[in-house]
């Protein structure tokens, strides 16, 4: 009978244990998941952050460009005109 008891408490034991191992294992799979999910948002928003960036870059660029277009173009009318009234 002691034996039968020995028996079926190692045999509870035994199932405990893999039970918390099993709970262990899964606590660090979703650890693991929670960690890649925060590092895929971060570099979504990196990327969005730089697409941002580089398009405020790209339009900057292009009114700099037009600006210095039309301040070119001014400055050419001007000595035209200079040049003609001289």
Do not use: D, E, N, Q
Not at 2 to 24: C, N, P, S
């Amino acid at each position: 009978m002691k034996a039968a008891l020995g028996v079926r408490f190692l045999a509870g034991a035994a199932a405990f244990l893999a039970a918390g191992a099993f709970l262990a294992a899964g606590a660090a799979f979703f650890a693991g998941a929670a960690f890649f999910a925060g590092a895929a948002a971060f570099t979504a928003t990196f990327l969005a952050a730089g697409a941002f960036a580089g398009a405020a870059f790209l339009a900057g660029a292009a009114f700099f460009a037009v600006a210095i277009s039309i301040l070119s173009i001014k400055v050419l009318l001007m000595c035209r005109v200079r040049v003609k009234t001289a």
